[in-house]
């Protein structure tokens, strides 16, 4: 279905010496353009009222006045009066006002904060046209937005502080591999395959990774050679990807062993639904505040052998 532009009406300020030489082509060429330019010449007939036709026909139904500023039509009275009425009128109803100059003119002190359009050559004025209609119908050809980078817009983590959309991606790779293997390296050829897919090259991975190995939220295992390297979660990287959530862990870990006495770490994960490997870390949680002790075998079992006393008054704090 196409759409229908309402046609604008432009009042075209001007001296009669100007007419001939630049105003009437500039009109036509607006008119041809879907615009009504009102020209005196155009619209007035012997024995019409020059303020009536002017003021109350031409400025006063016009949605922009183009003010054509010469050296002769800046001395011009009715140049200016028609200026004055212009300059009201915006003000008043925010009708815009569009000064084109003409070879150099100078330009009165009414229009000098707004943006004027040259014309140094009378017979060559495309380019003014194209400004000119563009302005009265809103026009712009800046060129449109387009999508985010997809690493932007499928980022699942939050804003973290000091930390870019391409480090927070490389953090969640690092997370979601955390989640499957626990504290088992991932490999840089996983997380380049996934960086990619989103829009990031090999350099923004391996910046990434100083970024965030520099903040202590990972580790990497350097080795002769450019990155990126293998790289694992660390505990604090882990407790800032949990945010609130953390707690909610701890607490539910916490009152198996305490009110269970459950003790095997996998078992743990079976009866919560969590991952085995956030289960461990919130048994390394608890350890740290000196509410239990485990031991970790090497083939990745943690067993809980000791619960302090206190672990019950802090989950019933």
Known sequence: MQTTVATPKVFVSHASEDKQRF??????????RGIEAWVDQWEMLPGDSLVDKIFEEGLKEAAAVVIVLSKISIAKPWVREELNAAVVKRIQKGTKIIPVVLEGSDVPEALRSLVWQSVKDVNDFNDCLTRVVDAVFG????????????????????????????????????YDGFLRQGRDYVSPEELVGIATGQGLDVSAVSESLEVLEHQGYIEQLKHLGPGPYHARMQPYGVSTVLGSEESLLIRKVGLCLANDGMTVCADIAVA?????????????????????????SLDGTTIVHQTSPMLRRALAG
């Open 23 to 32: 105003v009437i082509p500039f009109a036509t060429a607006l008119r041809a």
């Open 139 to 174: 026009h712009t050809s800046k060129p449109p937005i387009g999508a985010a980078p997809i690493y932007v817009r499928n980022n699942a983590l939050p804003q973290i502080t000091g930390l870019m959309a391409s480090d927070r991606l490389v953090l969640k790779a690092l």
């Open 272 to 296: 919560t639904g969590e991952p085995n490997s956030l289960v461990d870390f919130a048994i390394g949680r608890l350890e740290d505040q000196g509410l239990v002790s485990a031991v970790r």
